[in-house]
T-cell receptor, first 114, second 114 residues
Framework: GAGVSQSPSNKVTEKGKDVELRCDPISGHTALYWYRQSLGQGLEFLIY????????KSGLPSDRFSAERTGGSVSTLTIQRTQQEDSAVYLC????????????FGPGTRLTVT | AQSVAQPEDQVNVAEGNPLTVKCTYSVSGNPYLFWYVQYPNRGLQFLLKYITGDNLVKGSYGFEAEFNKSQTSFHLKKPSALVSDSALYFC????????????WGLGTSLAVNP
């Protein structure tokens, strides 16, 4: 079956512009996660959705970052007024309902802010 | 505070030799432990997990990991390394009450030399 997909795969934007990153999870997966991975770094948790609600937004770095999920499926991560330090690979993952289910990752969106 | 440590940034091993990638953790309650692998220019893939039961867990590509509660460790092992095992390996942990938020290690780069 189809895995997690993300678009765009690459995004170059100018400092100060807004960007939207999209994630399509595996069909039927109720949980969805956003992470950020900077070069040579581990994964930085951003936000977690269960269905359409976000019980944990603790990882969002600032109020420039927001995310939504609609229909229990597609999610969009929006970064407003991008800064150079936002440059990273943004990863999306989904998992099924149980608390010990493994997460399935998309290929990521590489964001470069110039 | 809950945490995961991967004490080695890089591990080098000759092809055919056994490999070990170390992981220790600190989490309240019973842990759920995971290993993921990130091959060059590819997304993160689930390798194996420990939830409960047998301390030795077998996963994909011939990898296994042993849960050691007294040492709070979950080291990844493979009896005979392949060059194709060269990748970045991440250990992650969550506790039952963590709303499924995974705590990630910083990753260990494994290089298998022919």
């Amino acid at each position: 079956g189809a895995g997690v997909s993300q678009s765009p795969s690459n995004k170059v934007t100018e400092k100060g512009k807004d960007v939207e990153l999209r994630c399509d999870p595996i069909s039927g997966h109720t949980a969805l996660y956003w992470y950020r991975q900077s070069l040579g770094q581990g994964l930085e948790f951003l936000i977690y959705f269960q269905g359409n609600s976000a019980p944990d937004k603790s990882g969002l770095p600032s109020d420039r970052f927001s995310a939504e999920r609609t229909g229990g499926s597609v999610s969009t991560l929006t970064i407003q007024r991008t800064q150079q330090e936002d440059s990273a690979v943004y990863l999306c993952a989904s998992s099924s309902r149980t608390s010990f289910s493994e997460q399935y990752f998309g290929p990521g969106t590489r964001l470069t802010v110039t | 505070a809950q945490s995961v440590a991967q004490p080695e940034d890089q591990v080098n091993v000759a092809e055919g030799n056994p490999l070990t990638v170390k992981c220790t953790y600190s989490v309240s309650g019973n842990p759920y432990l995971f290993w993921y692998v990130q091959y060059p220019n590819r997304g993160l893939q689930f390798l194996l997990k420990y939830i409960t039961g047998d301390n030795l867990v077998k996963g994909s590509y011939g990898f296994e990991a042993e849960f050691n509660k007294s040492q709070t460790s979950f080291h990844l092992k493979k009896p005979s390394a392949l060059v194709s095992d060269s990748a970045l390996y991440f250990c992650a942990v969550t506790g039952a009450g963590n709303n499924r938020k995974l705590i990630w290690g910083l990753g260990t780069s494994l290089a298998v030399n022919p």
